[in-house]
């Protein structure tokens, strides 16, 4: 079975700070994609990298696709309360299945 | 307006009654699919559809059927319910499965589900 493992589980940190969320695989995977979950509602797409390498950015949101995309990272700079919410990402397997990460729960504090 | 509807929203049911939980896209998506999602365990895939009567396990299908006679639904059905299903369950469907491209799955709001 592919896993997808993220880090940290949890993140509270105070408003302005930076931080980088890591999901790890000993899987290769197509493509990866992130998303952010609020409370009562289902998972939104942020992005897709698909090269290995690639780096994209969103506002303050830079994404990260390794190089033998195994693994991925997303670092927000400056962070706030707004970025508050559940981190998911999501692997493309070559059988026609998305495995999701276990998700990292952030809470930024004004 | 684009979306994925599932209902019910909420299900509280008891063991062995059968219950289904249905999914509609109104986006003329090809791929669809449903997952549950628990803590600390992130969401797990439960069947997939590539298509009109396509459709193939995920990582999680014990305990639950899917069917595909229409594009726009796909209903999750679990014939004899036990505890460990319950669970948030939450439908998504994309254009196509694009595994080198840009097709983002749309989700439901989901639907939670307590068995007795």
């Known amino acids: 079975t592919q896993l997808l493992k993220q880090s940290p589980q949890f993140l509270s940190i105070q408003e302005g700070e930076n931080l980088t969320v890591y999901c790890n695989s000993s899987?290769?995977?197509?493509?990866l994609q992130w998303y952010r979950q609020e409370p009562g509602e289902g998972p939104v797409l942020l992005v897709t990298?698909?090269?290995?390498?690639e780096v994209k950015k969103l506002k303050r949101l830079t994404f990260q696709f390794g190089d033998a995309r195994k693994d991925s990272s997303l670092h927000i700079t400056a962070a706030q309360t707004g970025d508050t919410g559940l981190y998911l990402c999501?692997?493309?397997?070559?059988?026609?299945?998305?495995?999701f990460g276990t998700g990292t729960r952030l809470k930024v504090l004004a | 307006e684009a979306q994925v509807t599932q209902n019910p929203r909420y299900l509280i049911t008891v063991t062995g009654k059968k219950l289904t939980v249905t999914c509609s896209q109104n986006?003329?998506?090809?791929?669809m699919s449903w997952y549950r999602q628990d803590p600390g365990l992130g969401l797990r895939q439960i069947y997939y559809?590539?298509?009109?009567?396509?459709?193939d396990k995920g990582d999680v299908p014990e305990g639950y059927k899917v069917s595909r006679k229409e594009k726009r639904n796909f209903p999750l059905i679990l014939e004899s319910p036990s505890p460990n299903q319950t669970s948030l369950y939450f439908c998504?469907?994309?254009?196509?499965?694009?595994?080198?491209?840009?097709?983002?799955?749309?989700f439901g709001d989901g639907t939670r589900l307590s068995i007795l």
């Open positions: 998504a469907s994309s254009l196509a499965f694009r595994g080198d491209g840009n097709q983002p799955q749309h």
């Open positions: 899987s290769v995977f197509s493509s």
């Open positions: 990298v698909v090269t290995g390498g």
């Open positions: 999501a692997g493309a397997t070559g059988t026609y299945k998305y495995i």
């Open positions: 986006m003329n998506h090809e791929y």
């Open positions: 559809s590539m298509n009109v009567e396509v459709t």
